[in-house]
C-alpha cells in the first residue's frame, strides 16, 4: 500500500506542472497571459471606444457621452489591479522571471500612465471642460495616444519575453533530425 500512495505522490507532483522554486516555464507563462490578455482588451477597447465616441472636431457646443468612457476607465484599473498579481508569480527559471518580471513592470507603468491620462481626458468631458476651452483637447488627445503607444510597445515587449522561453522550451524539447 506504501508503494502505490508514493506512486501517486509522485504523479500528483508531475501533474502540478510547479516544481519546488516554481512554475513550471510553460505554466509561468500562462499564468501572466492569464492576467495580462485582460488588460490589453480593456486597453484597445477604450481606444476603440474613444475614437468613435470623441468627435473629431469639438467646440464648445459639443456634447460627449461619458458613460462607456467611464466604464473603460473602471474596467482599465480593474484589470490592471489584477494584473499586479503576476509580479508574485515565480518561474523555477529564474532568467525567465527576471526577464519577465522587468518588462511586465515596465507593461504595468505604462498601463497606469494611460490609464491616469485617459481619466483626465474623461474629466475634461465629465466637467464639460470644453465649453472653456474646447482646445484643450488637442493636449489630452496627443498625450493619451502618446501613452497607449507606449502601453503598445511595452505590452509587445512583454509578449516577446515571454515567448522567448516559449520557442527555447520548444526547441529544447525537439528530437534531433
Known amino acids: 500500500m506504501k508503494k502505490i500512495l508514493l506512486g501517486l505522490n509522485v504523479i500528483m507532483l508531475s501533474f502540478s506542472a510547479c516544481s519546488i522554486g516554481g512554475l513550471y516555464p510553460t505554466l509561468y507563462n500562462n499564468k501572466v497571459v492569464e492576467l495580462i490578455d485582460?488588460?490589453?482588451?480593456?486597453?484597445?477597447?477604450?481606444?476603440?471606444?474613444?475614437?468613435?465616441?470623441?468627435?473629431?472636431?469639438?467646440?464648445e457646443f459639443s456634447v460627449v457621452e461619458t458613460n462607456t468612457l467611464r466604464n473603460d476607465l473602471n474596467l482599465i484599473t480593474k484589470t490592471l489591479e489584477e494584473a499586479q498579481k503576476a509580479l508574485n508569480y515565480k518561474s523555477e527559471n529564474l532568467e525567465q522571471q527576471a526577464m519577465v518580471r522587468k518588462e511586465l513592470e515596465i507593461f504595468l507603468r505604462a498601463g497606469k500612465s494611460y490609464r491616469d491620462t485617459y481619466e483626465l481626458m474623461l474629466l475634461y468631458f465629465e466637467e464639460k471642460e470644453q465649453s472653456n476651452d474646447p482646445n484643450k483637447i488637442d493636449d489630452l488627445n496627443s498625450a493619451l495616444k502618446k501613452a497607449y503607444n507606449v502601453f503598445t510597445e511595452a505590452n509587445y515587449n512583454l509578449v516577446m519575453s515571454l515567448n522567448k522561453f516559449t520557442e527555447e522550451k520548444e526547441s529544447n524539447t525537439q528530437p534531433p533530425s
Not at 39 to 59: C, Q, R
Open 38 to 59: 485582460p488588460v490589453t482588451y480593456a486597453m484597445e477597447n477604450s481606444a476603440v471606444n474613444y475614437n468613435s465616441i470623441v468627435p473629431d472636431e469639438l467646440t
